[in-house]
């Protein structure tokens, strides 16, 4: 959402697919959060404690996806496999200079692992509250086309706005 005038309001809706662009169905999805692995350094000339983060390094990331009903797209991705989701949205800016309201696009793809598989409840006339927890290795992030977060744990990958911050460890572990 470039440009200063541009102020975002709100996701206005969202599809979420699998690697072979099917549907997977209607859901709400936790994100995963961003937490930086990190250690504490102490001794000569540091006053105190410091937690430092390990460059390009997050602790466990999850995602979880909240089913309205038992999807079977649900039931497949509780296989013991990596799988491809892909979120595609749409968020709602207003341009305050013109006055118009313009949608752009943001896009989470992540290949995921299965965690838990929870079928949730039956109730007549009720959703079943079904959910789907995974662990995250890979996610990329894009805004209106730009690519703004790639995190790749097992290719030792961590790009944010176009700089790779793993590039020279990738170097100099013999990876590139």
């Given at each position: 959402m470039a440009g200063?005038?541009?102020i975002p309001e709100r996701l206005t809706n969202f599809m979420v697919y699998n690697s072979n662009n099917d549907l997977l169905g209607i859901?709400?999805?936790?994100l995963p959060e961003l937490a930086a692995m990190t250690d504490t350094i102490s001794?000569?000339?540091i006053a105190g404690e410091l937690?430092?983060?390990v460059l390009g390094h997050y602790q466990s990331m999850t995602t979880t996806l909240n089913w309205r009903t038992v999807e079977p797209q649900a039931a497949e991705l509780a296989s013991a496999k990596t799988h491809d989701i892909d979120l595609r949205g749409s968020q709602q800016a207003y341009?305050?200079?013109s006055g118009n309201y313009k949608s752009v696009s943001v896009r989470v793809f992540m290949k995921v692992?299965?965690?838990n598989f929870s079928l949730g409840s039956f109730e007549s006339g009720a959703t079943t509250d079904s959910s789907s927890?995974?662990?995250v290795s890979y996610l990329k992030l894009t805004i209106d086309g730009k690519e703004m977060v790639e995190i790749d744990k097992l290719n030792c990958i961590?790009?944010?706005?176009?700089?790779?911050?793993?590039?020279?460890?990738r170097k100099n572990l013999g990876m590139s």
């Open positions: 200063s005038n541009n859901a709400t999805v936790d001794g000569a000339g937690d430092t983060p341009d305050a200079a692992l299965p965690k927890e995974f662990e961590a790009r944010f706005n176009g700089e790779d911050i793993l590039s020279d460890v």
